[in-house]
């Protein structure tokens, strides 16, 4: 079946570095990537797309990877800060679906 | 600004009553969703509609149903309300038809059944 893997587990990094996060999918051809920031009681709020042709797309200080042979997307968060802090989500469509597959989201918290 | 507005924040219910989950979106969206979103699960997507009157099953559907009278509007109904059922519900609405577009999403509504 269709899967899509985040780490579970809560990344805990000091406020300046590169955080990472890692999204890995299983029978899958997506079409497409999504990233998304969730922040606690609020529904999430898209940050950045990345097609199945690109390798890469960078927005500010975020920078997101997409590797279909490994089926591996990287999000990566630079000079990170505490504002940081937050659930980020990867979602994957397939070509002509319209909607998206979740992963369950990992935690970031960035300490001052 | 998009904005996605959902009916409530919190609602309790009870077993067996029947329950409508409101979602508006004011920005000529035509596709519309409903997730619910639970811990180490994630958002998994109920239902979602892409046009007015028209409906697709996501990947759980079972216990629920929708409905979209008017483009801007999209309710999800619980028609016998159960425990397991106790979630966070989002909404989110996307530009276009086409699959390539960013979803936005409401603020949730956390549904307590007891």
């Known amino acids: 079946s269709q899967k899509i893997e985040q780490n579970s587990e809560a990344l805990n990094i000091q406020e300046g570095k590169t955080a990472t996060l890692t999204c890995n999918y299983t029978?899958?051809?997506?079409?497409?990537l999504q990233w998304y920031r969730q922040d606690p009681g609020r529904g999430p709020v898209f940050l950045l797309l990345?097609?199945?042709?690109?390798k890469e797309k960078r927005k500010e200080r975020l920078k997101v990877t997409f590797d279909t042979t490994l089926k591996q997307s990287l999000f990566h968060i630079t000079a990170s800060q505490p504002a940081d802090s937050a659930t980020y989500l990867c979602?994957?469509?397939?070509?002509?679906?319209?909607?998206?597959?979740f992963g369950s989201g990992t935690r970031l918290q960035v300490q001052p | 600004d998009v904005k996605v507005t959902q009916s409530s924040r919190y609602l309790v219910k009870r077993t067996g009553e029947k329950v409508f989950l409101e979602c508006v979106q004011d920005?000529?969206?035509?596709?519309m969703f409903w997730y619910r979103q639970d811990p180490g699960l994630g958002l998994r997507l109920i239902y979602f509609?892409?046009?007015?009157?028209?409906?697709e099953k996501g990947d759980i559907p079972e216990g629920y149903s929708v409905s979209r009278e008017k483009k801007e509007r999209f309710s999800l109904i619980l028609e016998s309300a159960s425990t397991n059922q106790t979630s966070m519900y989002l909404c989110?609405?996307?530009?276009?038809?086409?699959?390539?577009?960013?979803?936005?999403f409401g603020p949730g509504t956390r549904l307590t059944v007891l």
């Open positions: 989110a609405s996307s530009p276009t038809s086409g699959s390539y577009n960013e979803q936005f």
């Open positions: 029978n899958y051809s997506p079409a497409y």
């Open positions: 990345i097609r199945e042709n690109e």
């Open positions: 979602g994957i469509s397939g070509p002509g679906r319209r909607a998206l597959t």
């Open positions: 920005m000529d969206h035509e596709n």
């Open positions: 509609s892409y046009d007015v009157k028209m409906k």
